[in-house]
């Protein structure tokens, strides 16, 4: 695969494991995260196996990080061929109307839901001069069928980002940018489960929870040949946790 990617996240459990599956199918790859320290180092360890990665630091609720962010990639990789967004925040457990809207609500949201817009914002710009390219973003079984335990601002701020996977989908496919969503189930990855919600959460899903790499080769598919004829798809990777 010769392609230019950057995944934002990129330090975290499904963005490294995004990375590591790119750059070992010969993509060259950009890594950007709040966390850089960690994208450095991955980066490195992508190098060492003989990968081409570079890593760029970015905070998502910060626009003119996001656009620093965008041009720092294009810089580094020629062109960007591919946006895998993965950065995100899980949310605090528990009843809405009794925690903080501030630091439920608004932060959720704000990471989200409009992280992702400003990091497809700032990319397309780009892929319509060059009539081409492909978005992918998280989406969540939780915007599907919500959640009793996860945080309602999570759920509805990825509904939000199947809305915007369809929506945005629609406006660019005749300029040749393809715009699709995986939607996992629970990865094992992310905020730390107790060993009680971790069982809840094998429970509720058919098959065993096996990590991150199934939505990494979803991404893949979607940013390969194979996607070729795929826009607007939410596309279920959760262990048959939902039927859809
Ligand atoms: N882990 C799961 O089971 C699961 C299930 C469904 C959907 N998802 C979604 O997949 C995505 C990745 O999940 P994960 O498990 O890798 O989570 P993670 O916490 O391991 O990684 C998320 C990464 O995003 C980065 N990040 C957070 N806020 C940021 C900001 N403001 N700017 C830049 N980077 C920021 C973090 O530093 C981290 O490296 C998220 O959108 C998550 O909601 C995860």
């Not at 591919?82 to 949201?109: F, K, Q, S, T, Y």
């Not at 700032?122 to 892929?127: D, E, F, G, R, S």
Request: proline share 3%; charged share 20%.
């Amino acid at each position: 695969m010769e392609s230019r990617v950057l995944i934002t996240g990129a330090s975290g459990g499904i963005g490294s494991e995004v990375a590591r599956r790119f750059a070992a199918r010969g993509a060259a790859v950009c890594l950007a995260d709040l966390r850089v320290d960690a994208a450095e180092d991955l980066a490195r360890e992508i190098a060492r196996g003989g990968g081409r990665a570079t890593a760029v630091p970015v905070d998502i609720c910060d626009r003119a990080s996001v656009a620093r962010m965008a041009s720092a990639a294009i810089v580094a990789l020629g062109h960007v061929d591919v946006l895998v967004h993965c950065a995100g925040l899980d949310a605090p457990r528990g009843n809405a109307w009794e925690l903080d809207d501030e630091d439920h609500w608004d932060r959720i949201i704000d990471v989200d839901l409009n992280g992702a817009w400003r990091c497809a914002r700032a990319l397309v710009p780009h892929m319509l001069a060059r009539g081409a390219g492909r978005i992918i973003f998280m989406g969540s079984v939780a915007g599907r069928r919500g959640s009793a335990s996860a945080s309602v601002a999570y759920s509805a701020a990825k509904a939000g980002i199947h809305g915007l996977t369809m929506a945005l989908a629609r406006q660019l496919e005749s300029g040749g940018i393809l715009v699709n969503a995986v939607a996992p189930g629970p990865t094992g990855t992310g905020e730390q489960m107790t060993e009680m919600e971790r069982l809840q959460d094998e429970k509720a899903s058919a098959l065993p929870i096996v990590g991150p790499r199934p939505v990494a080769d979803a991404c893949l598919y979607l940013a390969g040949e194979s996607g070729d004829w795929i826009s607007g798809t939410i596309l279920n990777v959760s262990g048959g946790r939902w039927h859809g």
